[in-house]
C-alpha cells in the first residue's frame, strides 16, 4: 500500500489549496482517514479526518476553513483549505487507519488496523 499525496505549494496568506491524496495497491475499503500536518520544531497533528461513514473533524484552528472528503472508489483523499495563514506552514501527511485488500498471491481479503502514512506534501504559507 502506497500514499501519495500533492497538491502543495507556495501561497500567499489568504490564499486557497486543494491537496489530494490516492492510495495505491490491492485496496478494497478503507476506514478512517485524515490529514496531519507537521511544521517545523513541533509534533505532528491531526488537521481533519473523516470516518468511512463520512463523520469529519477537524482541528480547531482549521474549522471553518477546512474541508476534508474522500472518494472511496477513487481511493482518494482531499483536503481543502482556505484563508491560509502563515501558521498553516508544514508538511502534511494522508493518513489511512486500517483498510482491506486482496493479497495478491492467494486472493484471500486481508484487513488490518494499522496506520499508513504517505510521504508529505509542503504548504508554505508567507504573510
Known amino acids: 500500500v502506497q500514499l501519495q499525496a500533492s497538491g502543495g505549494g507556495s501561497v500567499q496568506s489568504g490564499g486557497s489549496l486543494r491537496l489530494s491524496c490516492v492510495a495505491s495497491?490491492?485496496?478494497?475499503?478503507?476506514?478512517?482517514v485524515a490529514w496531519y500536518r507537521q511544521a517545523p520544531g513541533k509534533q505532528r497533528e491531526l488537521v481533519a479526518g473523516?470516518?468511512?461513514?463520512?463523520?469529519?473533524n477537524y482541528l480547531e484552528s482549521v474549522k471553518g476553513r477546512a474541508t476534508i472528503s474522500r472518494d472511496n472508489a477513487k481511493k482518494m483523499v482531499y483536503l481543502q483549505m482556505t484563508s491560509l495563514k502563515p501558521e498553516d506552514t508544514a508538511h502534511y501527511y494522508c493518513?489511512?487507519?486500517?483498510?482491506?485488500?486482496?493479497?495478491?498471491?492467494?486472493?484471500?481479503?486481508?484487513?488490518?488496523?494499522?496506520?499508513?502514512w504517505g510521504k508529505g506534501t509542503l504548504v508554505t504559507v508567507s504573510s
Open positions: 473523516i470516518s468511512r461513514g463520512g463523520r469529519t
Open positions: 493518513n489511512i487507519h486500517g483498510l482491506c485488500l486482496i493479497e495478491p498471491v492467494s486472493t484471500q481479503v486481508i484487513c488490518d488496523g494499522e496506520d499508513h
Open positions: 495497491g490491492r485496496i478494497i475499503s478503507m476506514d478512517d
